[in-house]
């Protein structure tokens, strides 16, 4: 049975910055690509940013140069470091991960609130 359990999500001000974990078990981490949906109220669960086996990163339009994906396959966990918060990256934060060609709908976590308000 494969757990992914986020942390690290609160209440931040705008500019301000957060990092999200991303902890997963029973499974061999490592192989697999991760990644960090998002979903606001009343809107789709969007990509935020991805990670391959190999390190290689992908990232939303909305994010680049803001946020960071990174992962840890000694402690089986991703991060998602986020800088520059604006009050549109207000969102549940979900943890996808999988060895399959639809990796994001292998595994998911129950997620974190994230909320950048003043």
């Known amino acids: 049975q494969v757990q992914l359990v986020e942390s690290g999500g609160g209440l931040v001000q705008p500019g301000g910055s957060l990092r999200l974990s991303c902890a997963a078990s029973?499974?061999?981490?490592?192989?697999?690509?991760m990644g960090w949906y998002r979903q606001a109220p009343g809107k789709q669960r969007e990509l935020v940013a991805s990670i391959t086996s190999s390190g290689s990163t992908n990232y939303a339009d909305s994010v680049k140069g803001r946020f960071t994906i990174s992962r840890d396959n000694a402690k089986t966990t991703v991060y998602l470091q986020m800088t520059s918060l604006k009050p549109e990256d207000t969102a549940v934060y979900y943890c996808h991960g999988g060895n399959t060609v639809t990796w994001w709908d292998d595994f998911r976590g129950q997620g974190t609130q994230v909320t950048v308000s003043s």
């Open positions: 029973g499974t061999i981490f490592s192989i697999y690509t």
